[in-house]
């Protein structure tokens, strides 16, 4: 998983007078993974840094239209080249046992224990 951050607009640097601080105008985040036939696939998202963006699937891309945006110095995104291109269809489905249900559960009854105190 590789992620990261654009900074390209000033009207929204409300930070930088007081604090030094920019304002990100985008977030990006790559995903590299195997399929179930252990091919390699990737998915890329780049979101606008504003509230209620709509489905997440709206900000699917490439990693290479990623890269081309990127002015960070730090190289390119490790994936393999034949894949840079790619767009995914659509959000990949959250694996079976993926945990993240039993950490949202826990925390749900980590709240439920607060409001009893």
Do not use: H
């Not at 699937?57 to 790619?86: C, F, M, N, R, W």
């Amino acid at each position: 998983t590789f992620g990261g951050l654009k900074y390209n607009e000033t009207d929204n640097d409300d930070f930088v007078a007081g604090w030094g601080i920019k304002t990100p105008d985008y977030w990006w985040k790559v995903v590299l993974g195997k399929d179930d036939a252990g091919k390699d696939q990737v998915i890329a998202w780049l979101f606008p840094n504003r509230e209620n963006l709509g489905p997440l699937d709206d900000y699917l891309t490439s990693v290479a239209a990623i890269e081309s945006q990127l002015i960070d110095g730090l190289g390119a995104i490790a994936v393999p080249e034949a894949l840079k291109s790619v767009v995914a269809d659509g959000s990949w489905e959250i694996p079976s046992g993926c945990g993240r249900g039993r950490m949202a559960e826990e925390a749900d009854d980590d709240v439920d224990q607060d409001n009893k105190a």
